[in-house]
């Protein structure tokens, strides 16, 4: 049975990995945001930074969504 779940365990870890990572993006970009010199420069950075605080914070959601399912799978899984 506890072999069974490894491989969900394995996943488990990977997206709590992954999870972490797109929340140091996430910092980084609000860092940014919060410097005003960032308004002086080209408009373009500060759309693409926007852009991609949007798909990062969308993929981190849907990621959270999925790390939940997969713990009450192994959880159900490890209690069986």
């Known amino acids: 049975r506890r072999a069974e779940a490894a491989p969900l365990r394995k996943a ?3 997206a709590e990995a992954k999870m972490e990572r797109l929340r140091v993006e996430l910092d980084k ?3 940014l945001f ?3 010199s960032i308004y002086d420069g080209a408009p373009e950075r500060v759309t693409k930074l926007g ?3 949007a798909r990062f914070t969308a993929e981190l959601e849907a990621l959270e969504e ?3 399912t997969m ?3 192994l959880e159900e899984a490890e209690r069986v």
């Open 12 to 14: 488990i870890k990977d």
């Open 29 to 31: 970009i609000e860092a």
């Open 34 to 36: 919060h410097d005003p």
């Open 51 to 53: 852009k991609d605080k």
């Open 66 to 68: 999925k790390w939940l």
């Open 71 to 73: 713990s009450a799978e």
